[in-house]
């Protein structure tokens, strides 16, 4: 591929190999969109044909929100041309745009020549959280790119790659699964030298089976290549899988509680005035005690800063660096953001998504805040527990009502479940229904926490309220 020694031709008809180009190339790195309804003014657009939809039907909606480049498959070019005549737009044809684009970000991937490492992160739970918090590690010291959002998927990465500068020196990927071979095939097209497994716990098990299952598949992110493994060294079952690894990492990392953590956890506390807050950690290093501050107010955030700090020290960043990083950082909404309203009631915004796991401590966080009035839970279902799926709503509906005033179920998983509580437990069948009775509820001074599976869209609930995050 002699055109990769060329800067000024790493374009997209080059790089997707496209057989068929209508309009002028365009360069690389650039935003590209799968979905037309986040299509801004200079995105390029790549219409997927998924399972449910097919992407060509939105090229339309793309360009009236300013794509500039449209990828496409080859037969549908001559039918978008004729529509596009009057348009600055340029077609990109290719045979299938699901394969062109992962071939695309391989291709990219190795015009990166400033590139030192790729860290890759997977776990049942925090993988963005800690995604996000090694990224702003890195940005102290390097010049360092990170996945968006949860783009955790080979698509994700793909997109994720195909937008990086081009004198980026860390990538920093997210990579997911919901069934055994997933990552596997993720770390075939782009191989981590290092590697982040935040948890083994019970979630998707639906596509995995048992806990046995989910540990399998987060230990396909260990490849030949890769030389430094940080793993969450509580989890027994993480520790006792690295055993049986065909390849063992030149260097193992434990960060978390236990004491033969080489980054050990000694302590964390909320500092919380009504306005002003932050999370103090106190970790114990090879370079001895160090402590943090960050606005990464949960509680389950702690590790996350424990493991980019030990990544930003095995990278080079100085302590110093790592702590002003972290000094700053928040947590984005969906995922623990303070947001207020008005009338001073406070959402904790865990609305992105849910696992037993990361439910009970959500309401271990609404358990410690520091406010003035009721205590209240909205959760929606919990999805993908397959036979399990009964037992962790009946355990989280036991933790919930020993903590909050007033719970609030929405979703057919709670259907049938008691709660052996004096506490308000009300079960509704729509979200407006729960928007509904929360406006005529709530009172200055309480505190709600929100959280749901990403099929429930909880954050709906927040359309009735003007918030403010804090």
């Known amino acids: 591929m002699s055109f990769l020694k060329d800067p000024s031709s790493i374009t997209i008809g080059k790089t997707f190999n496209c057989s068929s180009l209508c309009g002028a190339d365009i360069s690389l790195p650039c935003s590209i969109k799968t979905d037309s309804r986040n299509v801004k003014e200079g ?13 060509h039907n939105f090229i339309g909606d793309a360009v009236h929100r300013g794509a500039r480049g ?67 590690v890195l940005r102290g010291k390097y010049k360092a790119h990170i996945s968006r959002g949860n783009h955790n998927t080979l698509l994700g990465c793909s997109l994720t790659i195909l937008s990086a500068p081009s ?47 989910i540990l399998q598949a987060k230990l396909e992110i260990v490849t030949d290549c890769c030389d430094v493994l940080l793993i969450n060294g509580d989890s027994s079952i993480l520790r006792e899988g690295l055993v049986e690894l065909p390849y063992k990492p030149s260097k193992v990392v434990s960060v978390g509680r236990n004491p033969s953590c080489p980054f050990r956890i000694l302590d964390t506390s909320l500092r919380w005035d009504g306005l002003n807050y932050s999370r103090r950690v106190s970790i114990a290093t ?68 849910a696992s ?15 406010w003035r009035g009721r205590k209240v839970a909205v959760l929606g279902g919990m999805r993908e527990l397959g036979g399990c799926e009964k037992q962790f709503h009946e355990e989280v509906l036991g933790v919930v009502t020993s903590v909050a005033d007033i719970a609030v179920l929405y979703g057919q998983e709670w259907d049938g479940l008691h709660a ?9 069948e729509e979200i407006e229904e729960v928007s509904s009775y929360l406006e005529d509820i709530l009172l200055s001074g309480d505190v709600v926490l929100v959280k749901g599976s990403r099929f429930y869209e909880m954050e709906r609930i927040y359309d009735r309220w003007s918030l403010d995050e804090l």
């Open 43 to 55: 995105d390029i657009f790549i219409a997927l044909k998924g399972s449910r939809v097919d992407g």
């Open 70 to 136: 449209i990828i496409l498959r080859d037969e549908e070019v001559p039918k978008y041309l004729a529509i596009l005549r009057d348009q600055d737009v340029s077609l990109f044809g290719v045979s299938s745009p699901e394969h062109a684009i992962v071939e695309a970000a391989v291709k990219y991937l190795a015009c990166l020549s400033s590139l030192k490492k790729i860290i890759a992160v997977t776990g049942s739970v925090g993988k963005t959280t800690t995604k996000d918090v090694i990224g702003a």
């Open 167 to 213: 004198d980026s020196e860390f990538l920093v990927l997210e990579m997911g699964a919901n069934a055994k071979g997933e990552i596997a095939e993720m770390v075939t097209y782009f191989t981590p030298t290092v590697a982040v497994i935040t948890s083994i716990d019970p979630v998707h098990l639906e596509g995995f089976g048992d806990i046995n299952g």
């Open 286 to 353: 090879p370079l001895g005690v160090k402590e943090l501050e960050s606005k990464l107010w949960g509680e389950q955030n702690v590790n996350a800063m424990a493991v980019a700090l030990a990544v930003g020290l095995e990278m080079g960043v100085g302590f110093d660096e790592i702590a002003s990083s972290l000094r700053h950082m928040r947590s984005p909404r969906g995922r623990g953001a303070l947001l207020q309203s008005k009338e001073g009631i406070l959402f904790i915004d865990e609305s992105y998504n």
């Open 356 to 370: 037993p796991v990361s439910v009970k401590a959500a309401i271990n966080n609404l358990k410690a805040m520091p």
């Open 420 to 428: 052996n509580s004096t506490k308000t437990v009300l079960l509704f």
